[in-house]
């Protein structure tokens, strides 16, 4: 076990995470480059698009060192988006170092800086690396100055490459084994593997990345899943290399796949502990946590016949994706369908894509919210993350709403503005500031998950000029002065339209949802008000007015077929308006309305 080395990388977006795995594969001859790439980008064309790797596959090599020796290295790969933290967490258990790639010319990131701390709790040993030396925009003192200034490792100890050209790439793997330690455990003790990803396949079922700690799994084997103690018979273990290769056996210290039969992932989560069914381990590897969405949206066909096959889409997406929940839902605006909690916004992006690419469905998606704690009059706690169910204002005695640690990196002379949008705009509160290196600085908040869920990694980018990036985590519920807007459409609440603010903010927002309101809702016989209600006042009151005549006083008389014409596209035009009370409201209302924060 000596001669294995097991790694993740730690990398920013486009930083080199891809170019420099393709060229440790080249080096080691593993396999030629061309069909690697191939092989090794297959895995999710929506990621890619975007520039997003949620996670592609561990790889293995072998590499025979300047003096002799064979070593195997396995390389796991770490999630680069915030949604994906818990992801992070489990690969950086599966391995004992990991290399910390940061761009020449962009510098350390917001998210470098998360993983490192991460990677340092995870007792990791780390290898700093500045990669593409070769770009003559390369700003390699400054580079050194902000891994030492923020992640405190000495700039003596960086080690530079360009993945690129391969320049210092076989050094890289020379450090690697040199300074990372070899995995310990035991082949002969109970079996103690741990789930780091799962991926579903339609033909072979669910196939489980694993790092065996203890022990050895073969085909053949009967193993048990620790949380839910559902046993399974092992059909094929393998490597990556990187393509999927049955090996003989998996062993304490290795790294690779398990194939048992497991209909759905959510039966094999990440975190989990594997263990013989036999002979099982009394405790399981630490840190197993559920995932919990902290994100939710209401989610509804584009036409509502289609809400069947909406349902079939999600629950096939559900068997690939245990991070995804619904539940069927009911809107008395868009009729029947889902509400779903997401890690994150780019996970609801994700997940709307591949129902869009995948199912070919259209579907519609309400504004995100968060979920509230809310605790009732008569001490009873209730969890609320669709503001058309909260409760009414004389029962509730208390609110929460999730909080998040927000760092962010920016150069210096973006401070004031994005102080600006995150306290004046956001709620949040400065924690903290520090220097990294001379061009950037490190920005500390503490904000309301509601605030940045909508549209403000869009805004912090479009303050910044896309210089700055983003990191948060989650650190508590906190008490917090909210109401809920309720909308009353000719005196009648409309529950569709209820909004949860800011008491700060509930003015603005009460007087932006009455004036879209009066503006998308046609004029009727009679007039209209449009009311705003929060902590039982009116607060904001628009009116539409009545119309003087009807349709077809237009036409004097006579003409039949313009008549008919006239009524017809009255009830073309009536089968998408939803009605309250007396009033019809077109669903496109309804939607604007959901966009509204
Ligand atoms: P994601 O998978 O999107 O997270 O990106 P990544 O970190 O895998 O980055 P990738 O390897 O795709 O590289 C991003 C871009 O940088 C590509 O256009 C690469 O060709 C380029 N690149 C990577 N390493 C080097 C380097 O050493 N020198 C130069 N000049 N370009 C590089």
């Known amino acids: 076990m000596k001669n294995i080395k097991n790694i993740c990388i730690i990398a920013h977006i486009d930083h080199g995470k891809t170019t ?16 690697m790439r191939e092989q090794y980008l297959d ?63 962009q510098g350390v990131q917001a998210q470098t800086v998360a993983n490192t701390y991460k990677a340092l709790e995870h007792d990791l040993e780390i290898i700093p690396v500045i990669n593409k030396i070769d770009l003559p925009n390369a700003n390699i003192e400054e580079t050194e100055s902000e891994i030492e200034d923020l992640i405190g490792i000495p700039r003596d100890e960086i080690h530079k490459i360009s993945a690129k050209e391969g320049t210092g790439v076989e050094e890289l793997l020379e450090l690697i084994l040199e300074k990372i330690p070899a995995p310990t455990g035991n ?30 799994v073969k085909p053949g084997d009967k193993i048990m899943i620790f949380s839910n103690r559902q046993t399974y018979e092992v059909s094929e273990v393998g490597a990556f290399t990187p393509e999927m290769t049955p090996t003989k056996s998996l062993k304490a210290g290795d790294i690779g796949y398990i194939i048992a039969g497991i209909k759905e992932v959510s039966l094999a989560r990440v975190g989990d502990t594997i263990t013989s069914a036999i002979e099982p381990i009394e405790t399981p590897l630490p840190g197993y946590q559920e995932i919990k969405p902290m994100v939710y949206a209401g989610m509804y066909p584009g036409v509502p016949e289609y809400y069947e096959e909406l349902r079939k889409a999600l629950e096939k997406l559900k068997l690939n994706d245990s991070a995804l929940v619904y539940k069927p839902d009911h809107s008395p605006a868009l009729g029947f369908g889902f509400r779903c909690g997401f890690l994150g916004l780019l996970h609801m992006d994700v ?44 029962e509730i005695q208390e609110i929460y709403e999730p909080y998040i640690k927000l760092s962010i990196i920016t150069p210096p002379e973006y401070i004031g503005k994005l102080m600006n949008l995150v306290q004046t705009e956001r709620r949040g509160v400065m924690i903290s500031t520090e220097n990294a290196g001379h061009e950037r600085v490190v920005l500390i908040f503490e904000v309301p998950l509601a605030e940045i869920v909508f549209d403000f990694f869009d805004r912090m980018k479009a303050v910044s000029r896309g210089y700055a990036s983003m990191d948060y985590e989650f650190i508590g519920y906190r008490k917090s002065d909210l109401v809920k807007v309720a909308v009353l459409v000719n005196k009648e609440p409309v529950d569709a339209l209820s909004i949860i603010a800011h008491k700060s903010k509930a003015y603005t927002v009460a007087r932006k949802l009455v004036d879209k309101l009066a503006e998308l809702i046609p004029q009727h016989q ?31 008389g006579g003409d039949v077929t313009r008549k008919m014409k006239l009524l017809e596209k009255q009830k073309e035009g009536k ?23």
Not at 22 to 27: A, G, Q, V, Y
Not at 197 to 204: G, H, I, S, V, W
Not at 374 to 388: C, F, H, Q, R, V
């Open 575 to 597: 089968k998408r308006m939803r009605e309250i009370g007396r009033v019809s409201i077109p669903q496109e209302a309804f939607l604007a309305m959901l966009r509204i924060g």
């Open 43 to 105: 895995s999710m064309d929506i990621e890619r698009e975007r520039g997003i790797t949620i996670k592609s596959h561990p790889l293995r090599v072998f590499y025979k060192s300047k003096k002799g020796e064979l070593y195997e290295i396995n390389i796991v790969d770490t999630p680069g988006h915030v949604d994906f933290t818990y992801e992070v967490d489990r690969s950086m258990a599966a391995v004992e170092g990991a290399i910390l790639l940061v761009d020449a010319t």
């Open 20 to 35: 420099l795995s393709d060229r440790i594969l080249e080096i080691t001859g593993a396999i030629e480059p061309r069909k």
């Open 351 to 394: 997940v709307k894509e591949r129902l869009t690419r995948e199912f070919d469905m259209t579907v519609i998606l309400t504004a995100p919210n968060v979920e509230y704690k809310i605790i009732l009059k008569d001490g009873t706690e209730i969890l609320i993350n669709d503001p058309a169910k909260f409760p009414e204002e004389g």
């Open 526 to 556: 009679f007039e209209i008000p449009i009311q705003a209600k929060a902590g039982g006042r009116i607060i904001a009151r628009s009116t539409i007015k009545a119309l003087r005549k009807d349709v077809l006083a237009k036409c004097y």
């Open 187 to 216: 082949e002969s003790n109970k079996l103690k593997a741990l789930i780091f990803d799962a991926k579903y396949d339609k033909y072979r079922g669910v196939i489980i990345y694993v790092r065996v700690f203890d022990g050895i």
